[in-house]
T-cell receptor, first 114, second 112 residues
Framework: IAGITQAPTSQILAAGRRMTLRCTQDMRHNAMYWYRQDLGLGLRLIHYSNTAGTTGKGEVPDGYSVSRANTDDFPLTLASAVPSQTSVYFC?????????????FGPGTRLTVT | QQQVKQSPQSLIVQKGGISIINCAYENTAFDYFPWYQQFPGKGPALLIAIRPDVSEKKEGRFTISFNKSAKQFSLHIMDSQPGDSATYFCAASISGANNLFFGTGTRLTVIP
């Protein structure tokens, strides 16, 4: 059982370029999340999805978009990357559509925007 | 504005000692308080969690103490081991909401 996979593992991206971070889970969890982790700020929620076909904004959604076409996949897109989006991005999922349940995190994608 | 305040930022403990990490919150609607452990290059993993109907929860060497009136909760690691060296995050959420608010993290180093 893989759990949550994320791709790529790391990426260096020129500012202004478009980038999609991929996330796939094989646990059939209803809820999925994207967090960014920055030193001194902890993890902050970017977007979430309670179930396939629905998405919502988290604390820091600006500059990011998501889609949830099916249960397993939850890609995060940066339409036009900026240096402030340099971060480590974690995808997570939960077996409950209601927050407060335990989150399973993927291994992360380290993104550097130059 | 940080919803959950965590301290200290870093902690060095001797092997066999007790590691204590503290968190505080303001939103009294929070009703779920987990702790996550993160090793370098890995995603965070749930360590232990508590709900406000109890004041303490223990799992092995890890204990959460919860003080509802003070709006504080803490993680105690007894008999700390070098393998416990990691970054620890406290968090809080409201049932029915979609966000788990994380603290800023504590980097724990346990020296042999």
């Amino acid at each position: 059982i893989a759990g949550i996979t994320q791709a790529p593992t790391s990426q260096i991206l020129a500012a202004g370029r478009r980038m999609t971070l991929r996330c796939t889970q094989d646990m059939r969890h209803n809820a999925m999340y994207w967090y960014r982790q920055d030193l001194g700020l902890g993890l902050r929620l970017i977007h979430y999805s309670n179930t396939a076909g629905t998405t919502g904004k988290g604390e820091v959604p600006d500059g990011y978009s998501v889609s949830r076409a099916n249960t397993d996949d939850f890609p995060l897109t940066l339409a036009s990357a900026v240096p402030s989006q340099t971060s480590v991005y974690f995808c997570a999922s939960s077996d409950s559509s209601v927050a407060g349940g335990p989150l399973d995190f993927g291994p992360g994608t380290r993104l550097t925007v130059t | 504005q940080q919803q959950v305040k965590q301290s200290p930022q870093s902690l060095i403990v001797q092997k066999g000692g007790i590691s204590i990490i503290n968190c505080a919150y303001e939103n009294t609607a929070f009703d779920y308080f987990p702790w996550y452990q993160q090793f370098p290059g890995k995603g965070p993993a749930l360590l232990i969690a508590i709900r406000p109907d109890v004041s303490e929860k223990k799992e092995g060497r890890f204990t959460i103490s919860f003080n509802k009136s003070a709006k504080q909760f803490s993680l105690h690691i007894m008999d700390s081991q070098p393998g416990d060296s990691a970054t620890y995050f406290c968090a809080a959420s409201i049932s029915g909401a979609n966000n788990l608010f994380f603290g800023t993290g504590t980097r724990l180093t346990v020296i042999p």
